[in-house]
């Protein structure tokens, strides 16, 4: 084993492989590997110049027990920056201590400083590469010993009634409703970046941990110490990148539904709310208002005059988004001359397509810069110039046909290596154009994210998910650990997308509980496909924007005069909030703090709070109590130690450490204000 101090980093050199560790920001390690001649430029998701830190390299020598019993001295090497050390052995196994205390450490059976017999039989290694046939690439796996009773979170938004991830294999890939940020923080007091776009697998598994990348050239994970969560993801975002500071002037009702069709159902909404006195701050055309996927601009048929409909509804002070996807039909104006400039995504075998629905198509490549710039290019004339303020960049994973990944190629590489990355660079067609053209901050809606995608103004959602309690359930995870993975401006379809019948009462208490929810979340979005599908379609063309079926009304008002009552007074209760919202907003902005967090993010010190995962704050100021049970109408609600709690609905004041049984009327999801 060679180790060489090079300008402050700890580079060594171990059967072929070369490993560089380095400080990168605040107590913080960048550790790189690579079988190939030299790494490759790529810094991924670090993307911010971390603080000047210089890491302090030494080697030293220690005993090794030989097997026949003998000692001899062999060499090992460390790398000390601030509160975090990585320490190498001699056989090039990497250990992690925060202020000497080992908190991470890759896979290795040892006894007595010796390699045990048990792993040279097993032949199980620490960093396994696989040259992938053909290729430059390699299939790589990286283990880590496990860690009794250690609890992980972040990761991204998974589908599962999961908060604490230990135990769980994730895929790292992107699907509709999955959004893979691969940036875990550990109840250990560390967080850990896979700073890899590759499509492959984390398992957190109680005999270890395994990382596995299908196609990569470089091992890339970041590794930082902290004392609290808190501390940890500000040293993430530092280096990571933050959200900007968010608009006062969207933080209040964004409206939607699937689909309005025309432009005078848009204007009827925006109406019919100003005359109710309801402030929507952003109104959201949804798909097929189109030609055909790929054309990017309106149905003239139906939306004749697209800036007298956006100038009417900036006078009401309504601010317009409009849903761009990147499939391109082959019947696209605009799919030839893409197709013929090498624009779009190209499969390895088999017919040119990647997606199937309402047509043959195939997606935008936006790793390629001239795509970024055609696409904006059309977008700007058919969109952006007609004032439209904002772009739903829907199916941004991209919702393949089929999810089989090791068919399609961008023009930086096989998908198996970088597909992670596409839902971001997607939102940069949009995101670095937009900042160009315009002052102030640029916020788009996207349906997935990677690692440091908030730094590209995505407001995030959870995908076409549910119309149940159990989706309900599993969002408030999604949302938490994605705040953890450094997301803040996360979002849901109020009441689930997927409803069969808007009529049944069952989902109607569905609505209430999840509206109430997300007054109390980063953005409040009215959306959802609201069944059934009785309304009669507008044209008899099987194309254009009045071919497709449309959801029933989804407004305010859409579910019943008492339930208006209800949404109606919560939503008084979100425009009372303002100043507090802003400054949760500004708190993202500066600290890469979440607006909804786990109890444990304000309270590390009570070790109940680790546990909890059915209550969440909203900030430092809101304890939220969710209800998850359809015909609930009480709930059991844990308060932290060291502060007492006032329930809003009857300014009732209890002491922390307890829990406490309070009623759950519909007309009220409980919540506690922390005083």
């Given at each position: 084993m060679k180790f060489v101090n090079e300008n402050g980093a700890l580079v060594f050199y171990h059967q072929g492989e070369t490993v560089r560790v380095e400080a990168w920001g605040k107590d913080s390690l960048r550790v790189r590997s690579t079988m190939l001649q030299e790494f490759t430029n790529c810094d991924w998701a670090l993307t911010e110049k971390p603080d000047v830190t210089q890491g302090k390299v030494e080697t030293f020598f220690r005993d090794n027990w030989v097997g026949d019993g003998t000692i001899n001295q062999v060499e090992y090497a460390s790398i000390t920056n601030g509160r975090i050390r990585c320490e190498v052995n001699f056989v090039g196994v990497m250990s992690f201590f925060r202020d000497d205390k080992l908190i991470l450490r890759e896979y290795y059976r040892s006894y007595g400083g010796t390699i045990s017999k048990c792993s040279r039989c097993l032949k199980i290694i620490n960093r396994e590469w696989k040259g992938v046939i053909g290729g430059t690439g390699f299939k790589l796996s990286v283990k880590f010993d496990e860690n009794p009773g250690e609890k992980i979170y972040g990761m991204g938004q998974y589908q599962q009634p999961y908060l604490d991830l230990k135990g769980n294999v994730l895929e790292l890939a992107q699907r509709n409703s999955q959004i893979s940020v691969p940036f875990m923080i550990s109840s250990l007091g560390y967080g850990l970046l896979w700073n890899n776009p590759a499509v492959g697998r984390v398992s957190f598994a109680k005999s270890f941990t395994e990382w596995v990348a299908e196609s990569t050239r470089v091992m890339d994970y970041w590794i930082t110490a902290g004392e609290n969560p808190k501390e940890i993801l500000k040293s993430y975002t530092a280096v990571a990148g933050r959200a900007p500071k968010f608009?006062?002037?969207?933080?209040?009702?964004?409206?939607?539904?699937?689909?309005?069709?025309?432009?005078?159902?848009?204007?009827?909404?925006?109406?019919?709310?100003?005359?109710?006195?309801?402030?929507?701050?952003?109104?959201?055309?949804?798909?097929?208002?189109?030609?055909?996927?790929?054309?990017?601009?309106?149905?003239?048929?139906?939306?004749?005059?697209?800036?007298?409909?956006?100038?009417?509804?900036?006078?009401?002070?309504?601010?317009?988004?409009?849903?761009?996807?990147?499939?391109?039909?082959?019947?696209?104006?605009?799919?030839?001359?893409?197709?013929?400039?090498?624009?779009?995504?190209?499969?390895?075998?088999?017919?040119?397509?990647?997606?199937?629905?309402?047509?043959?198509?195939?997606?935008?490549?936006?790793?390629?810069p001239k795509t970024r710039e055609y696409v904006w290019n059309v977008c700007k004339k058919n969109y952006y110039d007609y004032g439209i303020d904002a772009f739903w960049l829907d199916n941004s994973e991209p919702d393949y046909g089929v999810y089989d990944f090791e068919n399609y190629r961008y023009s930086v590489g096989p998908a198996l290596e970088v597909s992670n990355m596409y839902p971001q660079m997607y939102s940069r067609v949009f995101y670095d154009k937009m900042k160009e053209e315009k002052d102030g901050v640029v916020v788009n809606l996207l349906r997935c994210a990677w690692a440091g995608s908030q730094k590209y103004g995505n407001v995030v959602w959870s995908g076409d998910v549910p119309s149940t309690f159990e989706s309900f359930y599993e969002q408030v995870q999604a949302g938490l650990n994605m705040g953890l993975a450094g997301i803040p401006w996360w979002t849901t379809d109020i009441g689930g997308f997927m409803t069969d019948d808007v009529n049944d009462p069952d989902f109607r208490q569905l609505l209430i509980r999840w509206y109430q929810f997300a007054v109390y979340s980063a953005v409040l979005r009215m959306h959802g496909d609201r069944g059934p599908y009785n309304i009669p379609p507008l044209d008899t063309r099987d194309w254009g924007g009045g071919y497709l079926h449309t959801g029933q009304p989804n407004e305010l008002w859409s579910y019943g005069e008492d339930n208006y009552k209800i949404m109606r007074k919560y939503y008084d209760v979100r425009i009372s909030m303002h100043d507090y919202i802003k400054s949760l907003y500004d708190e993202a902005s500066s600290n890469g703090s979440p607006l909804i967090r786990t109890m444990f993010y304000e309270f590390p010190e009570d070790e109940k709070c680790?546990?909890?995962?059915?209550?969440?704050?909203?900030?430092?100021?809101?304890?939220?109590?969710?209800?998850?049970?359809?015909?609930?109408?009480?709930?059991?609600?844990?308060?932290?130690?060291?502060?007492?709690?006032?329930?809003?609905?009857?300014?009732?004041v209890f002491d922390g450490g307890q829990c406490v049984k309070v009623d759950a009327p519909i007309e009220y999801m409980p919540v506690f204000e922390k005083n």
């Open positions: 608009p006062e002037d969207l933080m209040g009702l964004w409206q939607c539904k699937l689909r309005y069709r025309t432009q005078d159902e848009v204007l009827e909404v925006a109406r019919a709310y100003q005359k109710e006195g309801i402030k929507i701050d952003q109104i959201v055309i949804d798909f097929f208002h189109w030609t055909v996927q790929g054309d990017w601009k309106f149905d003239s048929k139906y939306w004749p005059d697209p800036k007298a409909m956006v100038d009417e509804l900036h006078s009401m002070g309504i601010k317009v988004i409009v849903s761009v996807w990147p499939s391109v039909d082959r019947k696209s104006e605009n799919f030839y001359p893409m197709m013929e400039e090498g624009l779009l995504i190209r499969t390895e075998r088999g017919a040119a397509q990647t997606y199937d629905y309402q047509g043959d198509c195939v997606e935008i490549d936006p790793f390629n680790w546990d909890l995962q059915d209550q969440y704050m909203f900030g430092d100021k809101y304890l939220c109590a969710p209800i998850f049970e359809l015909n609930c109408y009480e709930r059991t609600v844990y308060l932290p130690k060291g502060a007492k709690w006032k329930l809003t609905s009857t300014g009732e």
